[in-house]
Each structure stands twice: as structure tokens, then as C-alpha cells.
């Protein structure tokens, strides 16, 4: 079962993330740090591409790749080059509160709508995109894809520290996700 670990304080960070670029994102999104200045990237964050999301870093600080649901199955070129050239060792995949990759299938028909009303596409050319496409994306259950997320990333890149966070867009604050 995974685990909401708050961070009020800078104890609260879990002791693998004390003293690297995770745990400095926890401090500058929760605990208001002061920012320090960065010329090189210190990490990788994958985060939703929703619109209700907004990470308080400093210029410079990581590289972000947003995508639904926090996927980053279809980015694995961009995960490498961040790591390769970027020389990142840190990645931290943020889930959130109310993520629309979960239950897609409930805005198919929105989604039709709108691409026959916003784009100009036909109905049946919606519907058809929608269904060829929508099962890559579908993450079933926020967390419970983040946790499968962060496993996968780890055997793909086992000298890299994966870290799964929570983002509550109520509060803004981004909390640990522990599993056993
Ligand atoms: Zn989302």
C-alpha cells in the first residue's frame, strides 16, 4: 500500500532525498527556501501536463517534462538526454489530486465534441483517434501508475534516484509517496 508523507519541515524529508535535488524541491515548493542560483540542472521532473499545477523552482534548476498522468514512457529519449548529457541523478515523478488520464473513457464524448467543434476534425475521426489512442494513455488509478512509473524508470536507469511525489493542487504543496 503507498503512503502520503507530508513535508512541513525540512525533518520530514524521507532520509534518502536529505541532502539531494529532491529533497531541495520539497523545500522550495513547501517550505517557501530561498532560491539559490543554478547553472547547470540539478534534476528531472515529470510531471501531468494539467493546468492546475505550478512548481515554485528556481531558473535553471531542472529540466520538466509534463505529460498526462506523469508518463514518461513515451519520452524515453528525453529522460536519457537529461541524464547523459544534462548529468542528472535525480528524478522525481509528481501524480496529483483529480487527474484526468484516470477514467478516460467518462470524456469520450467530450472529447469528440470538442475536436469537431475546437479542431474542425469529423466526429468519427475524433472517436476513432480517441479510441486507438486513449489506452496508451489511461493510468487507472494516479498513484497506484506513478508507483509502476517510478519502478520502471529505476530498473531502466539503476544509477539514477526515482522519486515518486504527490501534488495536492488544493494547497500547492507536493508530498513523498512511500510504498513497502
Ligand atoms: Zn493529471
Known amino acids: 500500500m503507498a503512503q502520503l508523507i507530508d513535508v512541513k519541515d525540512k525533518k520530514d524529508i524521507l532520509p534518502q532525498y536529505q541532502n539531494t535535488p529532491i529533497g531541495l524541491l520539497l523545500e522550495y515548493q513547501n517550505l517557501n527556501k530561498t532560491f539559490c542560483s543554478y547553472k547547470n540542472p540539478q534534476m528531472l521532473i515529470g510531471m501531468c501536463m494539467d493546468n492546475r499545477k505550478n512548481l515554485w523552482v528556481p531558473d535553471n534548476f531542472a529540466y520538466i517534462i509534463r505529460s498526462g498522468g506523469a508518463n514518461l514512457f513515451y519520452h524515453e529519449f528525453q529522460v536519457s538526454y537529461a541524464i547523459g548529457v544534462g548529468g542528472v541523478r535525480h528524478i522525481a515523478l509528481i501524480a496529483h489530486d483529480n487527474c484526468e488520464m484516470v477514467q478516460l473513457e467518462d470524456r469520450k464524448d467530450k472529447f469528440i465534441e470538442g475536436m469537431a467543434a475546437n479542431a474542425g476534425w469529423e466526429k468519427d475521426t475524433a472517436q476513432m483517434h480517441f ?36 501534488y495536492s493542487a488544493k494547497t500547492s504543496n507536493l508530498s513523498q509517496i512511500e510504498t513497502e
Open 131 to 166: 479510441e486507438n489512442l486513449s489506452p496508451f494513455f489511461e493510468i487507472g488509478n494516479s498513484i497506484d501508475f506513478l508507483v509502476a512509473e517510478a519502478r520502471r524508470l529505476r530498473r531502466r536507469y539503476p544509477k539514477v534516484t526515482v522519486a515518486p511525489l504527490y
